[in-house]
């Protein structure tokens, strides 16, 4: 069942009746009935009034495919063919890692909602319907994995550089690929790989964004977050979609070629953490110290007892999400 057709119908936040709704989109009302439930299943507050019809509680500025290849500055006939835009999917980056599996080199996963939004260690992603941006991008490599040091990091600057582009301030990051606003996690990045670890392989890029996370869906994120609404301004999701499509795009062509050395300065520049006595749990354990920077491969360097340690995984503490 296309879900579209009716939502962009009722994207306005008028009252449209079911029969009015029914003759546009030519389907009965029933069908209607059964779309708009549909729509309540996936968490849409749909209110239905008795001889007024279906409202939404407020316009809602949906995602448009064509609005995003009108707006980016990205090869727009190569990129129609790799993008899709989804409704509802499980996750983005499943999708996108079965394009992989498919066969493509590239491909751009969208989605208004994500059922089974994944995040870094099995953890959940809050995905609610229309509120914010659930974006993956397939990429190939030739090199192998030793090559993509530094990958998740690049793109957690290329969200902060749109974001600074379209006005906002108060952006910072957390090693390795957290995004934060004003101190709490307003992006996480979620890096999947398949192939050849050692030749070529793809990578799915995965990118959460909250930007007007509602209250209902936020009481379900165990850590403080931030969503772009609150900090007041206009805010055109399909603008920030394709910033995004055309910052990796650019990005990713350069770190092919230069790896993520030329982008540590600014990282670090951004870094909330610098300078701040921290614990980091990695596959070690947990490792005291003062946060020095990070290396060209983007590994986090630590000022420990024992000297300047570089970690390439694990979590820095104190972590905003509670112990
Ligand atoms: C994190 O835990 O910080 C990473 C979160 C990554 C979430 C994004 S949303 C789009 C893509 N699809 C997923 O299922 N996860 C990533």
Known sequence: MDLYPLLYSLADGNFHSGETLGKNLGVTRTAIWKQANALKALGVELHSVTGKGYRLPEPMNLLSREQILATSQTDREALDKYFDLHLSIGSTNIEAMKKAQAGYSRYLVLAEHQSQGRGRRGRTWVSPLGKNLYFSLMWSFQNGVSALEGLS?????????????AGFA???????????????????????????????????????LNINMPQSAGAEIDQPYADLAASGGMINRNWIAAALIDGLHTELEKFVVSGFAPYRQEWESLDVYRDKEVQVQSGAGIIRGVVAGVDVGGALLLNTSSG???????????????V
């Open 153 to 165: 990091l690049l793109t957690a600057l290329v969200v902060v550089r749109a974001l600074q582009k």
């Open 170 to 208: 108060g952006l910072g990051l957390k090693w390795p690929n957290d995004v934060l606003l004003n101190g709490n996690k307003l992006a996480g990045i979620l890096l999947e790989i398949n192939g050849d670890k050692t030749g070529p392989c793809q990578v799915v890029i995965g990118i959460g």
């Open 308 to 322: 300047i340690q570089a970690i390439s995984g694990g979590e820095v503490f104190p972590s905003l999400r509670p």
